[in-house]
């Protein structure tokens, strides 16, 4: 590499520079302090809304630009995606840490340094970059799947995580190999994004790029890369595995959306190939979507099936990404996928943070059968478990419907129509599993002897997401006109 | 004048919801009596507005080409796409209007464990029914009915009666198939097309430049019919119905099975129809012979039931066939009946399982045969179902009679076969519906030492018998005036090329 070329552009990593310097002082903070205080927690909650303006003022959204030689492209729509979601589960965390969680500054040491890595990850334009990007990121997520360590469930979602991942990173790795062994550039140009399209026809650089793309869809928890995501999701303290859901799943679709912009399909040689990579993404859209929802069926603990439903929603992801490589336009594409995703997160979101607010800092063993009388005891969160349960359901008016429909026109674009088929199927099982929830939570009859709990802050916080999930949709007119 | 007309369908529309957001709102605060009387007076609003807004569709039907009351650019400017009536939708406004007032009527007397909550949904559901109704965008039309699908579910698994989880989860799970496969459906029509928009003005407008190939409409039209007749209870697709309906509590069992069913022929009317002509004729056959199974197979298994509930949830499953009969038969005479009958059948039922509830309430007795000889304890109760009952098998006088009467005379010309099939339904339709009143009402009159719970019968009360009235009332009124509905009907369907094909 000659890195006497590359310009150092500290500007454009503002918002990621906030967050790991917040993270530093966070952990020092932490260090100094004695009790078990939570004023390193509210530090760590302005460095990220801190980070969150940065990240909204930052020049470089939108921008064509790359920096660091060109390293990094400029900031996406993600940033503060995934600054939200930090920010909510930094929310939860309060909640965790009241109830019985230790080392609350540490965690939101952590989580910052987690969020940087998953903005850079998704900013790359290099795929040595995105590796290590990505393992940053990863080593957080042990590090906080872990968190609750004198519980075996959550030891036992950390390892496997850990075990998954690594095998994901070596994938990763192996593919970077074989792209870089293809040798179809001058070394300094290998890995970048742009210079993809030219490797379409070689075998060696397919076999690569295919590697790097199982190993995203690890991180996505796609079909056949699915299994490990209901034991870490039930296992994983409740904030972590609401950032699993949905900041992880977030960052690896964004990025397999991202790679594939870059490669240009549409001169001539190269069409078969475009067809057979639609065709394989569709079949692992389609068989995540079965075995997500078909999986969810005979759930009764309630995070190992938002772990399945988390499979399902990241096959409608795939569908979107499938319509995508087929049409080859963007502008969409872009709202679509950023759409579906802010959805996804306001409806997670308002779930974990029902599940959140059980008794006791292990929420592993939640079944049905702790939501009996839920509506009898508490409406708020009742009321933000049937909304939020609905929009994941994909029922009007909510912003989950919205999601659903703009996958489904863009797929009727891209004439998939038997993935529809699949898609509608899908939902329409999902229905069971999601109303299965809902239904017993309107029971009457006694049952749920776990004890609730009502915090102070919760009910702005549940009042916001719910409110946005119904009526986040309307958004939907402004930008399309439908 | 349009304006303040416009003005007044937005408010019979946003009432109900308005309703809701003000109960949730105030929730710690709202009293169940404050709650009871809030829905009535909002539901009242859009009766009111309903009721006036059919008076001046009336009077100027003729000015009226297209939609009418179109509301303004105003609200269309937040993104959100004009309201407007026509002569297919004034009379289901209208009908959903009636029912859901009559519906919360009947609420607000009845005794109802947490009543808060349960007046909450139902001003949910009839918002959406009113606005499904009132939309002239395809997608704000789907939006607006699903609307229904959580507060029914919620309130079935809280206020049920027996096997209500079972029943609920089948009937989410069922209309969300049905809901969805039209969906897709819809999204074909808006993507084939390329119009601007879901609205339907746009669609038209679209398919004046780029018609839809006689392939993809027959798919589509195929998609449609199979999703709107899930929701709709056609033949294969009918089994969520009967179960859902006795299950339901009352009034949300009247607002389901009245109005809440017709959206799925509505919808093949205003929209699969008139823009999928083609398509719509190579189905018309397997329509027809899937609505002779509701007519006919529906109909005897009427026949066979002795839960008094089930039997009107089955009758509504197997009038529907009529409905769809007249929408195959592709004639302005036939769709006109099905529209009238549609009218008159979400009266006619909704005051049928008022009048169930009524009864089963009083007697604590499901089975009607076990029952007997009520008359005499209850005169006006029984005055009431019998009415309710000759209206719903299409005596003459109500409105039924003109829409079983118009149906089956387009089907003559469609097929005389499928029309003499048809006509035995009306037969079967009779026999149960008598033999119901005749089960229930008529026979000796029970002793008090051998059947205690069938003697001291109170009879309807005076709260009890307003929602009747109101229901009988329209049926009577649209009986003996059928002008009210079928001249602006007529002179709106008569321009549909779609209907005046000579076949």
Known sequence: MELQNISFDWGSVASEAVLFLCAVIAIVLSAFSRKESSIVQIFAMFGIVAALFVEILCPTIGSGETYFGEMLTGASSFGCFVLVCALLTGLMGFGYFAKGGKRGGEFMAVLMICTAAMMLFVRANNLMFAFIALECATVCLYIMAAWNRERASSLEAAVKYLVVSGVSGCLFLLGIAFIYGAGLATSRELLYFENFTAGMGNGLFMTGFALVVSAVLFKVAAFPFQFWSPDVYQGAPTPVSAFFAVASKAAGIVFIGKIFTFIDFSGGGMFDISENIVFTISVISAATILVGNLGAITQINVKRLMGFSGIANAGYLLVAVAALIKMGSMAFFELTLYFYLAAYMFANYGLFFVVNQFQGDDDSDQTFADYRGMSRKSSLLESSLVINLASLAGIPPTAGFFGKLLILIMAWYAQLYWLMGVMVFGSVVSIYYYFGWMRASLDFADGGERPLRETGALAPTLYALSASTLFFGVIVFFLVRL | ??????????????????????????????????????????????????????????????????????????????????????????????????????????????????????????????????????????????????????????????????????????????????????????????????????????????????????????????????????????????????????????????????????????????????????????????????????????????????????????????????????????????????????????????????????????????????????????????????????????????????????????????????????????????????????????????????????????????????????????????????????????????IVPAYNQSK
């Not at chain 2, 509505?266 to 190579?282: E, R």
Request: with cysteine; proline share 4%; aromatic share 12%.
């Open chain 2, 1 to 494: 004048m349009e304006t303040s007309f416009s003005i007044l369908l937005t408010a019979g529309v946003c009432a109900p919801f308005l309703c809701a957001a003000l109960m949730a709102l105030f929730w710690p605060c709202l009293g169940e009596k404050s709650a009871r009387s809030l829905s009535v007076a909002f539901s009242g609003i859009s009766l009111a507005s309903a009721l006036v807004l059919w008076g001046a569709y009336m009077a100027n039907y003729m000015v009226n080409i297209g939609f009418a009351f179109v509301t303004s650019e105003f609200i269309s400017g937040a993104g959100i796409p004009p309201m407007g009536l026509n002569g297919v939708s004034m009379p289901m406004f209208a009908m959903a209007a009636i029912v859901g007032f009559a519906a919360v009527l009947w609420a607000a007397k009845s005794d109802i464990k947490n009543p808060r909550l349960y007046f909450l949904l139902l001003m949910v559901m009839q918002g959406g029914l009113m606005g499904a109704f009132a939309s002239t965008n395809l997608l704000w039309m789907y939006m607006f009915h699903e609307f229904a699908l959580v507060p029914t579910f919620i309130a079935m698994s809280i206020w049920g009666g027996a096997g209500k989880r079972m029943a609920a989860m089948q009937m989410a799970v069922y209309l969300t198939l049905g809901a969805l496969v039209s969906l897709v459906g819809i999204i074909a029509i808006y993507v084939l097309t390329g119009a601007a928009s879901f609205g339907l003005q746009d669609i038209v407008l679209a398919m004046a430049s780029v018609p839809i190939s006689a392939f993809w409409q027959y798919c589509v039209f195929a998609l449609l019919l199979f999703g709107l007749g899930t929701l709709v209870s056609l033949f294969p697709f009918h089994t969520w119905a009967p179960r859902t309906y006795s299950a339901a509590p009352t009034s949300f069992a009247m607002l389901h099975a009245g109005v809440l069913k017709k959206f799925g022929l509505y919808v093949l009317i205003q929209v699969a129809v008139p823009l999928l002509p083609a398509g719509c004729a190579d189905w018309s056959y397997v329509m027809a012979v899937l609505a002779l199974f509701n007519v006919v197979y529906i109909g005897l298994v009427t026949m066979a039931q002795r839960d008094l509930k089930m039997m009107v949830s089955y009758s509504s499953v197997a009038h529907m066939g009529l409905c769809f009969l007249g929408i195959a038969s592709m004639s302005v005479l036939g769709v006109g009946g099905a529209v009238l009958l549609m009218f008159g059948h979400g009266l006619s039922v909704a005051l049928l399982f008022m009048l169930s509830n009524a009864i089963v309430n009083r007697t604590g007795e499901w089975n009607m045969f076990k029952m007997g000889g009520l008359y005499k304890q209850t005169p006006v109760l029984a005055g009431f179902f019998i009415a309710a009952t000759l209206a719903s098998l299409g005596l003459p006088g109500f409105a039924n009679f003109w829409g079983e009467f118009s149906i089956l005379m387009s089907l003559w010309s469609f097929s005389p076969a499928i029309c003499a099939v048809a006509a035995t339904g009306i037969i079967i339709s009779a026999i149960y519906g008598l033999r119901a009143v005749a089960n229930i009402f008529m026979g000796e009159e029970p002793t008090k030492e051998l059947e205690p719970k069938f003697s001291g019968i109170c009879d309807l009360t005076a709260l009890e018998k307003i929602p009747a009235v109101i229901l009988l009332a329209a049926l009577l009124f649209v009986g003996f005036y059928p002008k009210s509905i079928t001249q602006p009907l007529d002179s709106d369907l008569s």
